[in-house]
């Protein structure tokens, strides 16, 4: 399904970071950065050319053919893996930072991919997640259309409740990435520090 979605010759999410990630990378500390459903590559770029030593994950060869040809263009080092989050580990207190931008996930994998993260952050490392609630259904503006895949504020705080949460918050803001996602979105975003 993914390599439908990124087979076009433009950045079907654009080529830019996503503004809570840009807005917010330095709360992530210098290091090893994790990205997770990266799709094509324009937040693990950007991080790298922040100074991040990145590695990327994504199910699509597609988006990481487009990846690697964005980090290329930047000259900066990515490593990217295709894998499935199902199959993946996060490997243990290896993370100074996991970014997750609008990758939505089925319920028990959501809550696998969480433990994953609390257990393979550093201490002091960040985790940075934006993505869609289940109030963006009113909009139709991108993302999933099942509200399983949506994200709960309450659901989140709960599984990342190891991680000392620093900003939770649910908004209406205006997400304009690419052609997947314009207009208002209603978004969950959250920083939490192990």
């Known amino acids: 399904m993914w390599d439908d979605v990124y087979n076009a010759e433009h950045y079907v999410y654009g080529s ?23 799709g094509e590559g324009r937040n693990s ?12 994950v994504d199910l699509s060869a597609v988006g990481i053919a487009k990846a690697k040809k964005l ?16 199959d993946f580990s996060f490997g243990n207190k290896q993370w100074d930072g996991i970014v997750s931008i ?4 089925p319920v ?3 809550k696998r991919v969480h433990q994953q993260v609390i257990d393979s952050l550093k201490p002091g490392g960040v985790f940075l997640l934006e993505g869609y609630t289940p109030k963006q259904l ?3 503006t991108g993302g999933p259309k099942a509200v399983e895949m949506l994200l709960d504020k309450d659901e989140v705080a709960s599984e990342l409740a190891a991680l000392n949460i620093l900003h939770l918050q649910a908004l209406d ?6 052609v997947k996602h314009t207009g208002t979105g ?9």
């Open 71 to 86: 980090a290329a263009q930047y000259g900066v080092n990515v490593d990217y893996i295709q894998a499935d989050l199902a």
């Open 16 to 38: 830019e970071p996503n503004e809570f990630l840009r807005a917010h990378s330095a709360d992530l500390p210098q290091g090893r950065v994790l990205c997770i459903g990266d």
């Open 138 to 140: 009113q909009f139709g």
């Open 108 to 110: 028990a994998l959501r």
């Open 45 to 56: 770029v950007y991080l790298a050319r922040q100074g991040y030593q990145v590695t990327a």
């Open 173 to 178: 803001r205006q997400v304009i990435e690419g």
């Open 186 to 194: 209603a978004v969950l975003q959250l920083l939490a520090q192990k």
């Open 102 to 105: 609008f990758c939505h996930l």
